[in-house]
């Protein structure tokens, strides 16, 4: 997967360093191993040059935190030298399993904590890094995209505010609008889409998919998740189908208009697995709406494909549609944080994005072009080949 030529025969930005916010400790150390296990075992010719000095390491995680005080408020702190530094800095908006004393009571960390907590470690860095990248992989605010009434527009102000703090780039994973990009359209923006981790993740934990045109349908639940849905249709030559959703715009329930049926567009399902792909599973009504609606067009196994899963109102939704047959597997990735009952389900399959998100960093840091690395075209053909033919101990390695 990764052209490891391109960056022995270029020179670092500057020195490598790694700031996962505590929202994203566990990826973070994850990414650091495969940093360490990478450089070490590079063979540099330019390893001896003062320009690569500090280049092999333990460890290229930078100290930081955001101690709070009794009242709530906080402040960021970083605990060594970061001048002439090329900071990743990464955080999870999502995480609300980290809580902090408020007044002497327990408060979970909402979005918005997360984000101010990302801003505080951005201004401790008083300007002293030579570059610093922020990887969100769940874009804050990213459904308040756009203005439909007299209301803010919080993901363009965020992306606005970050630039203006200094920030060089923001990666994204699977932004729920990626035209929220024109906001910043001068600076570094890359959404990056998870297929591939996808389609490893499925096929590393089932051994009997039949990746092919009478036996798999790759399904949208709605138009906005199109474009997913049509490319991993594309990759792995089968058909496709959508639904709409048909909403009532009389009503405002909970913010948005309920919807009123799930129209299906597609051809006949005739038992075949059906691998339905969204960027988020919220509640997960939706998606159990489109299973039933499946199971009556007689659709064979059904995966639920999400890169975040939130779960807001729990999993009992998802035990009961699994006992009753309607979904056969839900697949998400760790870029939002996964309680540990959601990783005990049998029913889980969790997708890894730490190599991938080591790949980018080290890519980015040797500034060469992540280009292939955001087109997985290729990977998911060597993939689905090696699985057919059977060779698992490939699948692993890929």
């Known amino acids: 997967m990764h052209d490891d030529k391109r960056n022995l025969d270029s020179v670092p930005e500057g020195k490598l360093g790694i700031i996962p916010l505590e929202s994203c400790s566990e990826i973070g150390k994850a990414i650091d191993k495969y940093l360490v296990k990478w450089r070490c075992t590079r063979q540099h010719e330019h390893e001896n040059d003062i320009t690569f000095r500090g280049y092999m390491r333990d460890s290229y995680i930078v100290g930081a935190s955001c101690p709070r005080f009794g009242t709530g408020e906080a402040k960021g702190r970083i605990d060594q030298s970061i001048r002439g530094y090329d900071l990743f800095i990464l955080v ?79 990666i994204t994973f699977d932004a729920h609008d990626p035209r929220v990009l024109n906001a910043i359209p001068l600076n570094g923006f890359e959404t990056v889409q998870p297929a591939y981790q996808f389609v490893k993740g499925i096929l590393g934990a089932c051994d009997d998919i039949r990746v092919d045109n009478d036996h798999l349908m790759i399904i949208s639940p709605d138009e906005g998740a199109t474009g997913r849905a049509v490319f991993l249709a594309s990759v792995l030559g089968v058909d496709m189908g959508m639904f709409y959703k048909r909403r009532d715009y009389s009503r405002i329930i909970d913010g948005m208009n309920p919807i009123v049926a799930h129209e299906f567009l597609g051809s006949t399902l005739n038992g075949k697995d059906v691998w339905v792909i969204d960027d988020m599973i919220s509640s997960g009504g939706s998606m159990i709406d489109v299973a039933k609606e499946l199971k009556k067009r007689n659709a064979g196994r059904i995966f639920v494909i999400s890169t975040f899963g939130l779960f807001t109102n729990g999993l009992e939704k998802f035990d009961r549609a699994v006992e009753e047959g309607l979904i056969y597997r839900v697949v998400c990735t760790n870029l939002t944080y996964q309680s540990p009952e959601l990783l005990a389900r049998p029913y889980y399959i969790s997708c890894d994005m730490s190599k991938y998100i080591a790949y980018i960093i080290d890519t980015l840091n040797h500034n060469a072009s992540i280009s292939d690395l955001l087109d997985p075209y290729n990977r998911i053909k060597n993939l689905v080949r090696a699985y057919n033919d059977k060779r698992i101990e490939d699948i692993e390695d890929m």
């Not at 609300?96 to 327990?106: A, D, F, K, W």
């Not at 610093?132 to 874009?139: A, D, H």
């Not at 363009?156 to 505010?161: R, S």
């Open 92 to 170: 999870d908006v999502t995480n609300y399993s980290l809580t902090y004393r408020l007044c002497g009571m327990e408060n979970h960390m909402s979005p918005d904590d997360h984000y101010q907590d990302l801003k505080r470690v951005i201004a401790a860095a008083c300007g002293k890094a030579k570059r610093i990248t922020v990887i969100m992989p769940f874009l804050y605010e990213s459904r308040q995209h756009r203005r439909t009434a007299r209301e803010s527009m919080d993901c363009a102000l965020a992306l606005q505010e970050l630039v203006n703090m200094g920030v060089d780039n923001i």
